[in-house]
């Protein structure tokens, strides 16, 4: 069990403390602010307002620091931004609504992105809204974008610990492939 302690809201004092950077990615209205807010506030309204640019976070996470960004997902300011936006990101994360259009976009998404980070950084997604009727099965998401998948529910806030363990996995195995470089 994590301890949600260790994941909380701090100002970064030391300026000479690399951040981790993660960034979420995806088309509007998949959940990517709702994702930031449940890895770092108590409370998750069910209020939707398009994100204009990015939201950003930073996060201590046991010894590390996070720099959590949210990147707007309107198609044409993705297409424009998207290739600065995750410049330098350690974990991307493709937020997907689960629908079986929006997975194929995300796939498109994900394509461009390999493209414009090739091996630097691990792109993950993430099918979240799997409470609503239609939805497309975690493993079914997986096998069409081709990249590990985790199920989600953004707005329960009892999947809170379980984000933070794939958070965890994933920066694990991101630190393993920075050392093996």
């Not at 300026?15 to 959940?31: D, H, Q, R, V, W």
């Not at 297409?79 to 995300?106: A, E, H, Q, W």
Request: charged share 25%; glycine share 6%.
């Amino acid at each position: 069990m994590i301890n949600l302690n260790s994941f909380k809201v701090q100002r970064v004092q030391k300026l000479n403390e690399m951040p981790i950077k993660i960034s979420f990615i995806g088309y509007p209205a998949t959940g990517k602010t709702t994702l930031l807010k449940l890895l770092t506030e108590n409370t998750i309204t069910q209020h939707y307002f398009p994100t204009q640019g990015f939201d950003f976070k930073t996060v201590r996470f046991g010894n590390n620091i996070i720099s959590l960004w949210d990147f707007g997902g309107q198609k044409s300011y993705l297409k424009m931004n998207l290739k600065s936006f995750i410049f330098g990101s350690d974990l991307i994360f493709v937020v997907t609504d689960s629908t079986p259009r929006n997975v194929l976009n995300s796939k498109k998404l994900i394509k461009i992105a390999n493209k414009n980070i090739g091996s630097e950084s691990q792109i993950i997604a993430l099918a979240n809204k799997q409470d609503l009727p239609g939805h497309m099965e975690t493993n079914r998401v997986e096998n069409v974008l081709q990249v590990k998948t985790y199920g989600c529910t953004a707005i329960d806030s009892n999947e809170r610990e379980k984000l933070f363990k794939v958070v965890k996995n994933e920066l694990d195995k991101a630190s393993i492939r920075k050392r093996m470089r």
